[in-house]
């Protein structure tokens, strides 16, 4: 079989080009009329804001159920844990209870503007019953001594070293995952699992879905970053980097 591509022979109806001969010009396409543009819509008026502050008890009452919608929200999403729910959710509850009980003694009362424009005390409730991260360590999973450790406090390494025992225990291990566990002095504990090594953090309270997974995320970057150590299992912490100590350094 003979490799180079054949020759395509030219077809019967095809002509000789006459390279001296003047080409014809086509003719010029008519003109496509342009489709009108639809008129520019005018800018919509931004939604009124939380900030803004309510002229009557009626929309103050609104002001706090749409306040009570978004907490929903924040913690369907992830945002918030239980413990900050509970307490903004129940600072508007009773913020909402206090203003319909003053219109129903005094319908005219102003009153209402008190309850409602009180500030700082959400934000409060929020920073107070945030998780904060105490200690983080990195174990590979053919070392039972953490390649990395370190924190704000000292933890019972009795209590971490049972869950690992009991993650590595496991018969149908996943290959990467993150769980969850109280321990019992009320603190909580993340673990992210990787294919070849595991990170796990201790909250002071119960984290937020989006705190857990920032941990997933730190832990899949460490196995990035590491994976040539790791997967040759040459631990030397000082050739290695930690995402994980961003946990020390940032708040979610």
Not at 89 to 110: G, N
Not at 168 to 188: D, F
Not at 223 to 231: F, H, I, K, P, T
């Amino acid at each position: 079989m003979n490799d180079q591509n054949p020759t395509v022979p030219p077809s019967e109806t095809e002509q000789p080009v006459n390279a001296m001969r003047s080409p014809i010009r086509p003719t010029k396409p008519p003109e496509e009329t342009p489709a009108p543009q639809p008129a520019e819509q005018p800018a919509k008026p931004e939604a009124s804001s939380f900030a803004e502050s309510p002229t009557n008890p009626n929309s103050a009452l609104n002001v706090l159920r749409s306040k009570m919608e978004t907490i929903a929200d924040e913690f369907a999403q992830g945002k918030i844990n239980r413990a900050q729910f509970n307490a903004v959710y129940k600072r508007y509850s009773e913020q909402r209870t206090i203003i319909e009980r003053l219109l129903q003694r005094d319908p005219k009362t102003d009153a209402w503007r008190q309850v409602i424009n009180t500030k700082g005390h959400t934000s409060f409730l929020r920073s107070h019953f945030e998780a904060q991260p105490l200690y983080y360590a990195v174990y590979a999973h053919q070392q039972e001594k953490s390649i990395i450790k370190g924190g704000k406090e000292t933890v019972n390494e009795a209590s971490v070293q049972n869950v690992i025992q009991m993650v590595r225990q496991m018969r149908n291990r996943p290959k990467t995952g993150v769980g969850r566990k109280t321990l019992a002095n009320g603190e909580w504990l993340i673990l992210a699992l990787g294919e070849h090594s595991l990170t796990v953090v201790i909250f002071s309270l119960e984290p937020s879905i989006a705190q857990a997974r920032f941990v997933r995320d730190l832990h899949n970057d460490f196995e990035r970053a590491n994976l040539a150590a790791l997967a040759r299992n040459w631990i030397v912490p000082e050739r290695m980097v930690f995402p994980q100590r961003a946990l020390m350094e940032s708040s979610l």
